[in-house]
């Protein structure tokens, strides 16, 4: 009898140690706002626009991609995990999903994370070229370093096969391959996405943190780097200095293509930035900071000049507030928001010279 109870008794434990080592977690963030912005493009509906204008909206995202996910993990001992990522964006505004109907169109991955060795994931993730997002002082916000670049840090690649090692000394490595799944290696025009790799180093201390990116990413279509502000080589080094209450941040960022074929003829764009976070309460923080381009072949420069913060209302909700002007050269037509490159037609971008300004408040929830 005793035996029989001591196997129960030992079973339940089994199951509840079972049950410890497997977790599941859901998450999401919602974000929405109120964004004014003057310099807006103005026209007939079928044709390019001949004026700018000044326009009111409601929009999500402005501050951070409205987004949910799970994660989950399975500890098979050893000091290995087994660990999968599901993570998809949607709109506040109009709750419609991802404009490609991809479910989890940011992450989507499963893999193996060891103590010593790291981690090894495949499926989708956000590029590798996101990892600026830790440099630049509005974390990639609407408005931000991923402007001058028209979007190409924002990237998602499919096909990925990924690897995180472990922090050794303050350094750590992270390297993506994202296969294109075409019968050419880099792509011909039978699949969607061109070859994409990139590898990241990254220091940090309790007192400064650095890091360095190099990527790439090809053109589906034929393989190459003909776009510099899609498919191109691209540099990046930044420094974070943290001081109290302070955090200063500063970059510089390169983008190399092999053509202009369809860009402008512009083949290479040179980026700073710099700026700097004020924590002045544990709730409140202020931000500034300055973003600037260089595009080669007559791309002509631009500057955006940024002041915003945040208020947490508590641990998982905050207001935010970001007031930004972007000054082009006169050839050059970089907006707030990261358009595509050409005209006006159809996007934000301002009339070539002209200037753009804007306000955005709204709210932000963390469950």
Not at 159 to 176: E, K, L, M, R, T
Request: charged share 10%; glycine share 14%.
């Amino acid at each position: 009898m005793k035996k029989h109870i001591l196997a129960g008794v030992t079973a339940l434990l089994a199951g509840t140690v079972a049950h410890a080592q497997s977790s599941v977690t859901l998450y999401g963030r919602i974000d929405a706002g109120l964004e004014y912005l003057n310099g807006a493009p103005t026209g007939p509906n079928n044709g390019a626009p001949t004026g700018s204008s000044s326009r009111f909206r409601a929009e999500s995202g402005d501050w951070g991609t409205s987004l949910w996910g799970m994660k989950g993990v399975e500890d098979i001992g050893g000091g290995n995990k087994v660990l999968f990522h599901l993570e998809g964006s949607f709109n506040t505004v109009n709750g419609q999903g991802p404009s490609n109907n991809g479910l989890f169109d940011r992450f989507a991955t499963i893999g193996i994370s060891n103590d010593v060795f790291g981690t090894a994931l495949l499926g989708k993730e956000l590029f590798i070229s996101n990892g600026v997002w830790d440099f630049d002082p509005f974390g990639q916000s609407n408005w931000s370093s991923a402007s001058l670049v028209r979007g190409r840090n924002w990237n998602h690649s499919s096909n990925n096969i990924s690897y995180q090692s472990p922090n050794i000394a303050g350094f750590d490595v992270f390297g993506q391959y994202a296969l294109s799944n075409a019968t050419s290696w880099n792509g011909n025009g039978t699949t969607a996405q061109g070859r994409a790799d990139g590898i990241q180093l990254t220091y940090s201390n309790p007192f400064f943190q650095l890091r360095g990116i190099y990527d790439e990413w090809r053109d589906a279509a034929n393989g190459t780097l003909d776009d510099v502000f899609n498919y191109s080589r691209e540099y990046f080094g930044g420094i974070n200095v943290f001081l109290g209450q302070f955090k200063l941040q500063a970059t510089y960022q390169q983008a190399h293509s092999s053509s202009g074929a369809n860009s402008g003829g512009i083949t290479t764009t040179k980026q700073e930035w710099g700026g700097v976070t004020w924590q002045a309460t544990p709730a409140a923080a202020l931000i500034a900071a300055a973003y600037h381009v260089n595009a080669n072949n007559g791309g002509g420069n631009a500057t955006i000049y940024t002041v915003g913060g945040t208020y947490n209302l508590s641990k998982r909700t905050l207001l935010d507030l970001q007031i930004a002007t972007a000054r082009n050269s006169s050839h050059a037509n970089f907006g707030l928001n990261s358009n595509s490159y050409g005209s006006t037609t159809g996007t934000d971008n301002p009339l070539p010279g002209h200037s753009q300004s804007g306000a955005y408040a709204g709210i932000q929830h963390l469950f």
